[in-house]
């Protein structure tokens, strides 16, 4: 009713952004029309594939955990991430966890060797007391009745003794770090004398190291422990080879050759499972005998320590993966996200995974 004749090139531009804004609320909505909740029955699984007394049938499963620079990524968290990994309620000689050092560091590789050593006594505490979750620092800081449900009677003296461990452990770590710190002028040297071969993490080939494996690493009560395998790929000048995607390409095809899991799940170094049953978890799904030839992958949701049961921050992770993530599987399927991913090892290759009689 009182036109501003200067203005209506300001008018026009809030007029399409409001239009705009309005189309992109609405496409927003789309994914949570029709949200999908699934649920797991692991003792369905266990009847099928896991019976009591006879020779499990479950798929074997390599475990993919990526690190860059132990400096950013603390390696005790790594340590953490890797000990929950091979503290899984899964059968050992079919879990094989490899760690990739995309920053080929001497700090990462001997963190690795002491949490190598620290497995074997963690790992069978763990499951004999059915510990969750099983990454140690954060077992320890809970701040429940940790007396719930443990009926045996040298269950506080042996955690007491557990956790002495830990400290004596993280002792170590910390003083790997400390030395870290100073890298020598000439480099780092190992322990029969040659040179670190990653002292140049832009030139340097690629490294393997098998820390535990089926055949050898026993844990403090005699059983075998899972596989625990250090790889840094080799990198030289001149190539783009320093993301993680291509890590995980290389770490496809060091696990083919020493284990070829049928199934791959991938995990950021600071992600450790929150629960031993994880794996089972995602074989409801990769191993049901309707669905599970279709199934590319299963996306685990991501969990965070620190934030308000209540969520009264909204904190936007929970509304991600509890909303959007279950309204897109409604739709097609949930997205990938980088970490704490599923896949079955066919469908990366490409080809079609039905196998003739």
């Not at 909505?29 to 499990?56: C, H, V």
């Not at 800081?141 to 993280?170: G, H, N, T």
């Not at 026993?218 to 783009?240: H, I």
Request: aromatic letters at 12%.
């Amino acid at each position: 009713t009182h036109p501003v004749r200067d203005a209506y090139g300001l008018w026009l531009v809030s007029v399409i952004c409001e239009i705009w804004f309005a189309l992109s609320w609405l496409l927003d909505q789309f994914p949570k029309w029709y949200p999908i909740n699934r649920e797991t029955y692991l003792d369905r699984l266990a009847l099928r594939y896991d019976r009591e007394g006879e020779p499990s049938q479950l798929c074997p499963i390599d475990i993919f955990v990526s690190t860059v620079d132990p400096l950013k990524e603390p390696p005790l968290i790594t340590a953490n991430t890797v000990l929950s990994i091979l503290a899984v309620d899964y059968p050992v000689d079919k879990v094989s966890c490899y760690v990739s050092d995309d920053g080929s560091a001497m700090l990462t590789f001997e963190s690795l060797s002491e949490t190598a050593e620290f497995a074997r006594k963690w790992v069978p505490f763990c499951k004999k007391h059915n510990i969750e979750p099983r990454a140690p620092e954060f077992y320890f800081q809970q701040k429940i009745d940790y007396l719930k449900d443990k009926i045996q009677p040298s269950f506080v003296k042996e955690r007491r003794a557990m956790k002495r461990e830990y400290e004596e452990f993280k002792i170590r770590i910390n003083a790997l770090v400390a030395k870290a710190q100073k890298v020598p002028e000439e480099g780092w040297t190992m322990a029969d004398g040659t040179a670190w071969p990653g002292n140049n993490p832009r030139d340097h080939p690629g490294m393997i190291q098998v820390f535990l494996g089926h055949s050898g690493g026993l844990d403090t009560d005699g059983n075998e422990l899972p596989r625990l395998v250090y790889v840094s790929r080799e990198k030289r000048p001149g190539f783009q080879h320093h993301k993680k995607a291509g890590a995980m390409n290389a770490l496809i095809r060091v696990s083919a050759v020493l284990t070829n899991g049928a199934y791959l799940l991938n995990v950021d170094c600071d992600h450790y499972f929150n629960s031993s049953k994880a794996l089972r978890e995602a074989m409801c799904f990769m191993m049901d005998p309707a669905l599970g030839r279709k199934t590319c992958y299963v996306q685990f949701p991501q969990r965070f320590d620190g934030i308000d049961l209540h969520d009264r921050y909204a904190n936007r992770n929970i509304v991600f993966f509890d909303i959007n993530m279950k309204g897109l599987d409604g739709i097609q399927g949930p997205m990938y996200v980088g970490t704490g991913c599923c896949f079955n090892r066919q469908a990366l290759y490409g080809y079609d995974p039905v196998l003739s009689e």
